[in-house]
């Protein structure tokens, strides 16, 4: 019980949230808006939010035992003319949990921050498309040798994004390379391609597609790749009487198909997320 106490405590703390404000709101703050929906569901959209993520890990190697992270990743955007935006990202490992022999190691992950300079374009039948590009910077924060890399990374991100009314799809690219000489922790070059695919359905729920696609290029060609398959379900929620003010919930499964000897098999992820959409994003709309 204690392994799983900690585990649990955020998700039943956010579950419970998520159905005490649809409990508690009037039917007229849950009336649909695609509009509101997929500047939620697009990571470089004009929207201030707070992402809080539990991911519990299933199977880690080499005994297929359970890790657990809980994370906080802050999304601020500032807003220029003509669809600009400058969007940064905090991602904080607040409290991570491993397995390492027969012990646990618990504590601080890697923080790693990006900077995007953001280009909302207009296409036609009410379509947007997003392009960024930027830099990624990973800091040794871990507070255990078993949390983290070790190492400074640094390297480029590229976002493409496609919103309609029924869908939101956003592609994330970057490729992380370890900075400096430490011959105490191994080198870092990885490629990460975080996938999001989001279909809207009525009353504001939503399916989701969030993959995180890997490849350690420091690994043997047949021990490199890390792809996930799994689906999620989630809604929008309007806070009562605060109609500029909104959370986002949602629960994914994904079972890593291919995966590295130090992956584990899947992974269950609940995600909250705060968000207040500032008004000049929907001047374009």
């Known amino acids: 019980m ?3 106490s900690p585990i649990l405590a955020p998700v039943g703390l956010t579950l419970a949230l998520s159905v005490a404000l649809t409990a508690h709101a009037e039917e007229g ?3 649909p808006d695609v509009v509101f929906a997929r500047m939620v569901e697009n990571p470089v959209s004009g929207i201030t939010r707070v992402p809080v993520a539990n991911a519990t890990l299933f199977g880690v190697p080499p005994n297929d035992r359970v890790a657990n992270a809980f994370v906080l990743a802050p999304i601020l955007p500032v807003l ?6 400058l969007v940064t990202r905090t991602v904080i490992p607040a409290l991570v949990t491993v397995p390492v ?3 646990r190691r618990t504590g601080f992950g890697d923080i790693t921050f990006e900077v995007l300079g953001h280009k909302l374009l207009k296409g036609r039948k009410n379509q947007f498309y997003d392009v960024s590009l930027g830099p990624f910077v990973g800091f040794p924060s871990a507070s255990d040798d078993f949390l983290g890399t070790g190492r400074w990374r640094l390297g480029p991100e590229l976002v493409l994004g496609i919103s ?3 869908w939101v799809t956003v592609l994330v690219v970057r490729n992380e390379w370890s900075v400096g000489r430490d011959r105490s922790q191994a080198d870092v070059n990885t490629l990460v391609l975080d996938y999001l695919l989001f279909f809207n359905l009525p009353k504001m729920f939503y399916l ?3 993959p995180r696609i890997t490849a350690d290029w420091e690994a043997s060609s047949g021990d490199r790749w890390t792809l996930p398959v799994g689906i999620g379900l989630g809604r929008h929620h309007r806070l009562p009487k605060r109609p500029r003010l909104a959370i986002t919930t949602r629960l994914s499964g994904l079972y890593n198909a291919v995966r590295t000897n130090r992956d584990p098999k899947g992974q269950l992820l609940f995600t909250l997320v705060f968000w207040k959409p500032n008004p000049a994003v929907f001047d374009i709309e």
């Open 2 to 4: 204690k392994i799983w």
């Open 29 to 31: 703050d849950f009336i």
């Open 80 to 85: 220029f003319r003509g669809g600009w935006s």
């Open 101 to 103: 022999g027969t012990d």
């Open 164 to 166: 309609a009314r029924k």
């Open 208 to 210: 989701v597609y969030e």
